[in-house]
């Protein structure tokens, strides 16, 4: 175990395609204090007790967790720890001469890895982030914005696919970036597993792009690469060790670190992060716009994705590009977009598992009105991680809900008696 | 000196436990009120929004390489290549799940 920014880290790192019986996040039951906060996080119930309804949590299973992480950030004990880091695979595979180490940073990293540094939540540091990783010995800066550019080029022209009956696959179509939002919907609705794109999420395109693209662009054998996907989340550590994500003939993401892990390797390799001068990323695999950057928010893609096909369909400009309508802080959020030789384009934006459960009957039920609907795990987005720097306020406002609830608690037993 | 306050000790008990409720509640009022207005998530969102528009292009189809990678490598969206290269399939993962409900774990789903 290893303290990575308040975190408890076991510094497992299973093989490729070992990743149905690990524990992505598990309860430490000699810290848990069983006030029941993670339970009420979770989207599906996979954390609970062992016996009754009180004393210490744990995951009961892995498969009925989806690795999103809200009970880890929300314990306000620091009593749930990550069963799975890359950390020192990574620090040997940037020793490693024979290894050509490139980075997938998400979007969302840059807009918490400065807090780790003692910044303001949510300071964008995109510029200092690339530098560092340049310092830390990886051989291309590579950016996952550019790919989150393709994504919307590929579930876009698949959206468009569907509306006018080209793809042969159901409407509403489901976005696919999320990877527990992948892993509910195969475990809780497979029944409409036709309804997700079937667009790999950013990183997973990235990764593969390294492998063929980015080899052919570096002229380096593929073989040589070794990807490492950065990431806000410790669900993608899940998705980067699925078996299928080998299109290059490679296994296409090869580790898979949260912002927090990026920031402990940055303070152990002594670099001085707030003193960086800003870098961009390298161009070809790296050169990103506005609608990449907003992936990282409920409603980005969703925003994004409709930048691109309003113009597809309607051949006309977009008034503006901010469409503020599909922005979402948390739950859900509906809109309908008028395009031009379409009609209306209904849309709606979840974040938050829970609030999908009505739509997705709806949905069972042949009775939804979507036509595209975007989910994120968790509530606000990427942004908001399982995987970022802890939130300042997160632990005390969890420990006030405990004394409340401990106090209901009491008084509830007393009336029992 | 007993008559100063003339309440009965029931009546004291009541009055007290009042107090430290509204205390509580005002409390939890001011943290609540406190947090909304210093909402980490909706900061790191803001932040997000207003990089965006400082960005050269906005819109996906307009950054140049992506427009390359199309040009010189997947010809154009959901082409055969792309399919290979950027397309995936899903696996039905509820046997798993059956099990455990088999087994008589309560979820939440």
Redesign the interface.
Known sequence: MRKIENVQTSMNAPSWGEY?NAFFVQVDQTKCEGCGECESQ?????I?CIDGDDGPRTV??P??CVNCGQCLINCPYGAIYEGVSFVEEIFSALKDPDKVVVSMPA??VR??LAEAFGH?????S?GKMFAALKKLGFDHIWDNQ?T???T???E???LL?RLTGK?KKPLPQFTSCCPGW??F????Y?EL?PN?S???SPV??LG??CK??GAEIIHTEPKKIYTVSIMPCIAKKFEGLRP??A??GYRDIDATITTRELAYMIKKAGIDFNSLPDVEPD????????????F???G?VME?AL??AY??VSGQALES??IKAV?S??GVKEATIPVPKFGDLNVCVVSGL?NT?PILEEIKKGKSRYHFIEVMTC???C??GGGQPL???VRE?SL?KHI?ARINRRFNMRKAV | MKNIVNVTRRQFIKIAGMAAGATLYTWNFTKMSFAAANDYIMQRQESVYVQDTKMKFRRSQDNPSVKALYAKYLHEPNSHMAHQLLHTEYTDRSPLLMVLKAKGMKLKV
């Open positions: 149905e979770c989207p599906t119930g996979a609970q009961v299973n498969a009925a979007p969302a807009y918490g303001p939540t949510g300071t964008y995109g550019w989150a550019d393709v919307i080029m590929e876009g022209s698949e696919g793809v992948i892993k919907v195969e475990t809780f497979p597993i997700l079937t667009c790999k997973g395109m593969t792009l063929t693209y299928e994500i299109d290059s161009t070809e695999l790296g050169e990103s716009t506005g609608a990449a950057t907003i990282g928010c409920s980005g994004a930048r691109f113009e597809a590009v901010d922005r802080r948390n829970f459960i509530p606000g987005g942004v908001n939130l300042p306020d406002a006030f409340v």
